[in-house]
């Protein structure tokens, strides 16, 4: 039976949490064994309070001793993860859990080692109630790494990536904050793994919402994709 990690950096989401931990667990993705592992990255709002109630047997839970960022909870749950197949999980509800069998399909079909949830068309739809910024910062962003890496995707900085364990668990990752995503991605690529990409709903927060990732990302995220077609 295949088994399959999901893995929730979390910090600062008092409000959401709980609620993304229960939709993460009751998502039904057929025959395939679940493990949840939440990583706190230092939260100070109450949300370690929250998780410290809940962790047990069925939710891992893993704490950050400061704050480090989304790429360093990514890593610390990834040391701890026991599945076949990866999947990350942001804490707010930008991205539906109800989604994870059509992103496990072609990983579980033989199609694909690595699936990206493509945010593209939601967020076309939905673009009056989003930040305009953020849609032109990912559009640019992932014609960069089409021009750079000789790639057809069509949304890099998507939150939902889901591996084969020997692909990510191998990797030297380095990233600690949002620059995870560019440099998980550069590195696929090199590797001469194909990302494939299904089409999944998207219900983005704007910054009074908590949304935290900022213009100053997508510039270090810009740079990132330029260092690493270049280093490891």
Same mark, same amino acid.
């Given at each position: 039976? +295949?088994?399959?990690?999901?893995?929730?950096?979390?910090?600062? !989401?008092?409000?959401?949490?709980?609620?993304?931990?229960?939709?993460?667990?009751? +998502?039904?993705?057929?025959?395939?064994?679940?493990?949840?592992?939440?990583?706190?990255? &230092?939260?100070?709002?109450?949300? *370690?309070?929250?998780?410290?109630?809940?962790?047990?047997?069925?939710?891992? =839970?893993?704490?950050?001793?400061?704050?480090?960022?989304?790429? +360093?909870?990514?890593?610390? $749950?990834?040391? *701890? +993860?026991?599945?076949?197949?990866?999947?990350?999980?942001?804490?707010?509800?930008?991205?539906? #859990? !109800? !989604?994870?069998?059509?992103?496990?399909? #072609?990983?579980?079909?033989?199609?694909?080692?690595?699936?990206?949830?493509? *945010?593209?068309?939601?967020?076309?739809?939905?673009?009056?109630?989003?930040?305009?910024?953020?849609?032109?910062?990912?559009?640019?962003?992932?014609?960069?790494?089409?021009?750079?890496?000789?790639?057809?995707?069509?949304?890099? !900085?998507?939150?939902?990536?889901? &591996?084969?364990?020997? =692909?990510?668990?191998?990797?030297?990752?380095?990233?600690?904050? &949002?620059?995870?995503? #560019?440099? =998980?991605?550069?590195?696929?690529?090199?590797?001469?793994?194909?990302?494939?990409?299904? #089409?999944?709903?998207?219900?983005?927060?704007?910054?009074?919402?908590?949304?935290?990732?900022?213009?100053?990302? $997508?510039?270090?995220?810009?740079?990132?994709?330029?260092?690493? *077609?270049?280093?490891?």
């Amino acid at each position: 039976m +295949a088994k399959l990690t999901i893995i929730i950096p979390v910090y600062n !989401e008092i409000k959401t949490v709980l609620n993304i931990i229960e939709k993460a667990k009751k +998502a039904k993705i057929g025959n395939v064994a679940k493990e949840i592992i939440v990583v706190d990255d &230092f939260s100070t709002d109450g949300t *370690r309070s929250i998780l410290k109630k809940i962790e047990g047997s069925a939710i891992k =839970v893993l704490y950050h001793k400061r704050n480090i960022g989304k790429g +360093a909870a990514i890593r610390s $749950g990834l040391k *701890r +993860a026991t599945g076949d197949i990866i999947l990350i999980q942001d804490a707010d509800l930008e991205y539906n #859990p !109800e !989604e994870y069998a059509k992103l496990l399909k #072609p990983i579980l079909n033989s199609k694909a080692k690595v699936v990206y949830g493509s *945010r593209l068309n939601a967020i076309r739809e939905n673009i009056k109630n989003m930040y305009k910024l953020h849609y032109i910062g990912n559009m640019l962003l992932t014609l960069m790494t089409n021009l750079l890496y000789g790639a057809k995707v069509t949304d890099m !900085e998507t939150g939902y990536k889901v &591996f084969r364990k020997e =692909v990510i668990k191998g990797m030297n990752l380095k990233s600690n904050r &949002f620059d995870f995503e #560019p440099e =998980v991605t550069a590195k696929i690529l090199k590797s001469g793994c194909k990302i494939h990409e299904v #089409p999944i709903s998207f219900a983005g927060r704007k910054f009074e919402q908590g949304k935290k990732i900022t213009w100053v990302d $997508g510039i270090k995220a810009a740079y990132y994709l330029v260092k690493y *077609r270049f280093v490891d």
